[in-house]
């Protein structure tokens, strides 16, 4: 059984918010930068319909693709993974920490 297995259409809500979540960060950059979507598509050297498809999160926004927008803005891009809250049932056999993890695998600083 494959690892997506378990629960298909969680992960694809999960995938399509972490779109949503990656598009809104790159529009809220380009308007910081005071850029807009032709200047990253003539920055990234695409056509300013690949640049729509990026930024219309419909599109499977590879590691790559973000590199590829990261550095074509001389931005950087920062994933973190984040325990989910318990619900009040499942708090009562423990707790959780929902503090996020960074890039080294360590628990952040609290």
Known sequence: MGIFARDESRTNLAAARIARQATASLAGLLAGLGKNRSDLAHAMG?????????????????VRTLAAVAEA????????????????DAES?????????RSSG????R
């Open 46 to 62: 695409v056509s300013p319909g690949r640049v729509s498809q990026i930024m219309s999160g419909d599109a499977n926004l590879t």
């Open 73 to 88: 803005l001389d931005a950087d891009v920062q994933i973190t993974f984040c325990a989910r809250p318990r619900s009040a």
């Open 93 to 101: 056999g423990g707790t959780t920490d929902a503090s996020p993890v």
């Open 106 to 109: 360590l628990p952040a600083h």
